[in-house]
């Protein structure tokens, strides 16, 4: 009987971007750039949230921005018209991120001098949470329409999330969405993660996740 060696490949792949991922957030640090990882389904208001956040802080620190898309520039027309540094990455058919690609982003972004770097990434409640990006920090977007079982569903990415935005509470009145529940499932999940409902459109809890963000960053620089 032949011998023969067996590859844990999924492991190693892991392992890699975990090192890759590591030594990205080490160089962000040294040249004092906050970088987020922005997560969420197709649909929940990712974009709309961004252009808000934008607004808000662009006139107390320098802003970039990095789209990432399976395909198109919509979402990078859309915040180009913000004003700040926008990028779109293709993924090529991929449905996340890595530490590999999200460098590669960052150096076609040129962050010198960003104070604040945002990827939002592609639309998925799935792969982006499998792979550290090397952000400083992990931020997810939940709508109120897609349901409050989603941290049942999709524990991954509300483990791996610092801050989570429950959106659209505008459209409460007409979903059956438990807002205690949701928060509950979340937070048995990860008891660490900043809960923060919201409503892009109106402006709701707007400020509330701008000066988190305010916050971290002046701590990351610090």
């Known amino acids: 009987m032949k011998e023969y060696k067996i590859l844990e490949i999924k492991k190693s792949i892991f392992e890699d971007n975990d090192r890759e991922a590591d030594e990205l957030r080490g160089e962000l640090k040294a040249q004092k750039t906050f970088l987020l990882n922005l997560m969420s389904s197709p649909g929940s208001g990712k974009t709309t949230t961004l252009k ?15 789209e990432a ?3 198109s520039d919509v979402d990078a027309a859309a915040i180009s018209e913000t004003g700040v540094k926008v990028i779109q990455l293709h993924t090529g058919g991929m449905c ?6 999200t460098k590669q982003g960052l150096e ?6 960003i104070d604040l770097a945002i990827l939002e ?7 982006p949470a499998e792979f550290d990006t090397g952000s400083s920090r992990n931020a997810m977007i939940l709508s109120v329409p897609e349901g409050d079982d989603k941290p049942l569903k999709y524990p991954l990415m509300f483990s791996v999330s610092d801050v989570l935005l429950i959106n659209k509470t505008d459209v409460l009145p007409y979903f059956e969405f438990d807002m205690e529940a949701c928060m509950e499932r979340a937070r048995k999940i990860n008891p660490d993660i900043k809960i923060i409902p919201i409503c892009a459109r109106t402006g709701e809890g707007m ?6 963000l305010r916050q971290q960053v002046r701590e990351w620089k610090e």
Do not use: F
Request: glycine share 10%; aromatic share 4%.
């Open 108 to 113: 076609a972004l040129e962050t010198e001098g």
């Open 207 to 212: 400020e509330e996740w701008a000066d988190w």
């Open 52 to 66: 808000k956040t934008i607004a808000l802080l662009k006139d107390e620190m320098k802003i970039g921005v990095m």
């Open 69 to 71: 898309d399976i395909d």
């Open 96 to 101: 996340h991120l890595d530490a590999g690609m």
């Open 121 to 127: 990434n592609v639309g998925n409640l799935v792969c």
